[in-house]
């Protein structure tokens, strides 16, 4: 089953689902792809060499599992935003012997050049199309899922939940699956405590790597990115009201400080917020903060944290972005409520609500996740180590390892995963560090010597 | 008496102390240290008496043996009550070369703590020279040795010291009473005195402020450099040495945890900026007031909060003045405070805060809680500590700027002295700064130490940008 170079374009006619392995007992005809322009596909190639150019972790990874082929003869069904980034991990995974059906997590986020390439290779599908409506959305994950996986890749856990809400008789089958984001984990969590979680999955956003690279650096920067694509406004002097000080908000809002903004942090957790405290923002109820901010920023998890009462309070011309992975940290239904008249489009990812006391606000990417609607979410380094997490825990969860002793749990990222790609980051930066002498090694595993 | 004590000093046995302190100041002075090999040959101050009046700290120690390695005759004082460290001014009077009891180095007049009577006592030492009118080149910081010369001499000319009125600040009742001495003692005194003084070289904002009223006037009576304005003394010691020393000044005032409070900075001039950075980065959140909109709009894009006193006096934790003016953190302000709100100023002078107004409240009660540091308790109930009494809370709670930054500073005063003393006709009756070359040249000198590599205009880009190759590669009115 060792496929060619994953990097061809796949003009070679492959043989259908008949060929997987014996284990994959519930059969399904897999949907062709339904992607937006096949003839796309040439115009996506260059954005993912470019991206395969700063990902040099899955490089290194995709060379291991060529030779390792850890998915030979699995399936698996992913739900990522579709972009160069992820396509590099696609092919990683392909590399490894994985037959990968790839479906959007997001409706607005999908790249439709980078669906046209990913799916001319024909171990791939791809149920992906930009600007899409929740039908069709959930029609694509239904696609996937009509594979019949082995392993699951979820962004936000939009797959993992409608694979246990709708497709229940395909839960059995699956080895276990990785998530990516806070919102998606939570989700899981949930499920988890209820009982309701069928197979272990690996929770990617609490990895050490995860929250320092992808959250506080990746999202810090890209969502203040995507900002500024949107609106081409000057940060510095402006009054930045950033929702949550988790590590997407801590990222934020140092960036946003870093830009010259006067930063408002606000928060639920007492924690949290000391630590925004001492880091020197402002930290206020989002009742207080909201009269203030000229730019809104939410990146809790959370859901309505800026509704009808904050909508009320915000200063005319006031900016709301969300960085959180759902589109309901801004209650964007209040605010169409709230207006006497809307301005879709003011500029590209803009569109301005006009209430009836005359303030305009600007929602941006339409309270969606700003960074991947209005930018090109994480830069490709960011992905590349959070990527590198989730190919290494699922091809952990391919050995069938976890699944014995953890099913319907949501894991932790084994620290020897997190070690092994901060160290091969690490490398590709050219950085060597240093190693513990044995002595010393004793010495901090000893409780016997003190002063 | 006044002119045969070679110096006076709090405690000679601490110049040991004092001479390690230096010795390991002169490493991170290097462009002191770069001057000095420089003229050691030349001696380009030999026949100058050069009277000084700055701060008597460790970094001044290593000025002032610079300007004796070129050939100088120096004599000393503070310009500041509370600014001398004593173990500096007691290795001063020592010298390198000299022991505790057979002392050989140049005559200080400077202790911590003076009293005004005191101060101005050791400012008129400073200027006395045996056999001599009195100095030919004044160092000045604050533009205090210039004021008593150019005050003496005017009063001379008038025939008499004018008596105090009322209302008139303490500090000028000791000037006259020094002054009226002074006349009475040896009349053409000061007139003389300012007829031999080739120039001053002036090291501070409020003293340059100085300067330039009385050239407006027509007063001034000697040509001045103002070092302050040399691009690597404002830009680096109002704002690299401040963003050091204030939260050093604080810290050992108060120990009070930065992070999480709310800071108020009166003024974003250079000495502003520096001391709102370093608040920031202990991680206080930073309230800054101004009257000018330039800086004021320059604070808010650097992210800060631009509010009036009154906005945020009942808020905030931490105020430091740095304007330059007076009577910006009244009495009144100080009874609205938070209890134990911390009270500082960064100043060069004590009027920012009004501390005589707070000292006559009705039923005020001041506590000493160690020197330099008091709570200042209100009829109801609530403190707030202020720092150094008003004065300069970076030399009176902590030790002034670091040695690395005044040795920018140090080194536009030796070359300005060596400029002023040795050309002294290209130097008219005004006030100068320093030419461009020479404020680069500074900078050149610090480069090795820290390990910066310039890169090298070639020829072609120099004549593309219109420069000389070797500089100076801005124009006078480049801002930096």
Redesign the interface.
């Known amino acids: 089953m060792a496929r060619t170079s994953p990097t061809t374009t796949g003009t070679d006619p492959r043989q259908a689902s008949g060929d997987s392995s014996p284990e994959s007992a519930p059969q399904a005809a897999v949907p062709a792809s339904d992607i937006a322009d096949p003839g796309l596909a040439l115009t996506g190639l260059p954005g993912i060499a470019w991206a395969e150019r700063a990902m040099p972790v899955l490089g290194m990874l995709r060379a291991d599992f060529a030779r390792q082929q850890p998915f030979a003869g699995l399936t698996v069904a992913c739900c990522l935003h579709v972009t160069a980034e992820t396509a590099v991990l696609i092919r990683t995974l392909t590399a490894g012997g994985a037959r990968v059906h790839l479906a959007a997590s997001n409706p607005l986020s999908t790249q439709d050049d980078i669906a046209a390439a990913l799916a001319a290779d024909d171990a791939v599908t791809v149920q992906a199309r930009a600007g899409v409506d929740r039908g069709t959305y959930y029609e694509h994950i239904h696609r996937v899922l009509d594979s019949a996986p082995d392993l699951v890749m979820d962004d936000g856990c939009d797959l993992v939940n409608t694979l246990h809400e709708d497709r229940p008789e395909l839960t059995g089958h699956v080895r276990g699956g990785s998530e990516a984001t806070s919102s998606g984990a939570a989700r899981l969590r949930r499920m988890a405590a209820a009982g309701s979680l069928r197979f272990p999955v690996v929770a990617a956003d609490l990895s050490a790597i995860g929250r320092m690279v992808d959250h506080k650096y990746g999202t810090g920067q890209s969502v203040i990115d995507g900002i500024l694509r949107a609106t081409n406004t000057l940060v510095?002097?402006a009054t930045v009201v950033v929702a949550g000080f988790g590590p997407c908000g801590s990222g934020i809002a140092e960036r946003a400080?870093g830009?010259?903004?006067?930063?408002i942090v606000t928060e639920v957790d007492p924690v949290r917020a000391?630590g925004a405290?001492?880091?020197?923002?402002?930290v206020m109820p989002m009742s207080a903060a909201a009269p203030l901010g000229e730019l809104v920023i939410t990146a809790t998890g959370s859901r309505d944290v800026v509704g009808a009462a904050e909508l009320a309070l915000l200063p005319d011309g006031a900016m709301l972005a969300n960085a959180g992975h759902f589109d309901v940290e801004i209650d964007v239904s209040a605010l169409a409520a709230l207006a006497v008249d809307v301005n879709p489009g003011v500029r590209p990812h803009a569109d301005e609500y006009v209430l009836a006391d005359g303030r305009r606000l600007i929602l941006l990417a339409e309270g969606r996740v700003v960074n991947l609607v209005a930018g090109e979410g994480n830069p490709a380094a960011v992905m590349d180590t959070s990527f590198a997490v989730q190919a290494l825990a699922l091809a952990w969860l391919a050995s069938g390892t976890p699944a014995d002793g953890a099913p319907g749990r949501v894991l932790d990222v084994p620290a020897d995963i997190d070690a092994r790609v901060a160290s091969l980051t690490l490398a590709s930066l050219g950085t060597r560090i240093d190693t513990l002498t044995e002595d010393q090694r004793r010495y901090l595993e000893s409780w016997q010597q003190g002063s | 008496m006044l002119d045969t004590l070679p110096f006076k000093v709090a405690d000679l046995s601490l110049a040991d102390f004092g001479r390690r302190e230096i010795r390991l100041a002169e490493h991170e002075m290097p462009g002191l240290m770069a001057v000095r090999a420089e003229y050691a040959a030349t001696q380009p101050l030999a026949g100058a008496r050069i009277t000084g009046s700055l701060h008597m700290t460790v970094q001044t120690a290593v000025l002032i043996e610079t300007l004796v390695a070129l050939g100088a005759k120096v004599r000393w004082a503070s310009c500041n009550i509370f600014s001398t460290q004593d173990h500096a001014a007691a290795a001063v009077a020592v010298g390198p070369d000299g022991t505790i009891d057979n002392p050989k180095g140049t005559p200080v007049f400077a202790w911590k703590g003076e009293t005004l009577e005191e101060y101005w006592w050791c400012t008129q030492q400073a200027l006395t020279w045996d056999g001599e009118t009195g100095p030919n080149m004044l160092l000045d910081d604050g533009g205090d040795a210039t004021l008593l010369v150019h005050k003496g001499a005017e009063f001379e000319a008038a025939g008499m010291v004018p008596a105090a009125k009322d209302d008139d600040p303490e500090e000028w009742r000791v000037i006259l009473a020094v002054l009226t001495e002074a006349l009475a003692e040896t009349p053409g005194k000061w007139t003389a005195m300012a007829a031999g003084i080739k120039g001053v070289t002036e090291e501070t904002t409020t003293g340059v402020h100085r300067l330039y009223e009385m050239a407006r006037a027509g007063t001034l009576k000697f040509p001045a450099i103002n070092v302050n304005d040399s691009v690597t003394k404002s830009k680096f010691d109002n704002k690299y040495g401040c963003r050091h020393s204030l939260v050093d000044g604080i810290n050992r005032a108060t120990d009070v945890l930065i992070?999480?409070k709310v800071a108020v900075i009166c003024g974003y001039g250079d000495v502003g900026k520096g001391c709102s950075e370093s608040l920031?980065g202990?991680?206080?959140?930073?309230i800054v007031t101004e009257i000018d909109p330039i800086c004021a709009?320059q604070a808010?894009?650097?992210?800060?909060?631009v509010a009036t006193l009154e906005d945020v006096v009942d808020t905030a934790d931490i105020f430091v003045t740095a304007t330059g003016n007076y009577n910006i953190i009244t009495a009144e302000h100080m009874s609205r405070m938070k209890h134990q709100a911390i009270v500082g100023n960064i100043g060069h002078f004590d009027n920012e805060i009004d501390m005589a107004g707070l000292a006559r409240l009705p039923g005020i009660k001041r506590t000493n809680i160690k020197p330099q540091v008091d709570e200042w308790t209100f009829p109801d109930g609530h403190a707030v500590i202020v720092l150094s009494e008003g004065r300069l809370l970076n030399l009176g709670n902590a030790t002034g700027h670091p040695s690395f930054v005044m040795s920018n500073s140090f080194t536009n005063q030796v070359i300005a002295q060596v400029e002023l003393f040795t050309k002294t006709d290209e130097y008219e009756l005004g006030v100068h700064v320093l030419p461009k070359h020479l404020d680069e040249k500074v900078a050149r000198l610090h480069l090795d130490a820290l390990g910066v590599r310039l890169t090298q205009l070639t020829k072609e880009q120099a004549a593309y940008i219109g420069v000389p190759v070797d500089g100076p590669y801005k124009s006078d009115h480049y801002r930096y």
């Open positions: 510095a002097g400080r830009l010259g903004a006067q930063v000391l405290l001492m880091q020197g923002f402002r | 992070g999480g920031r202990q991680g206080a959140r930073v709009l808010a894009m650097d992210g800060f909060q």
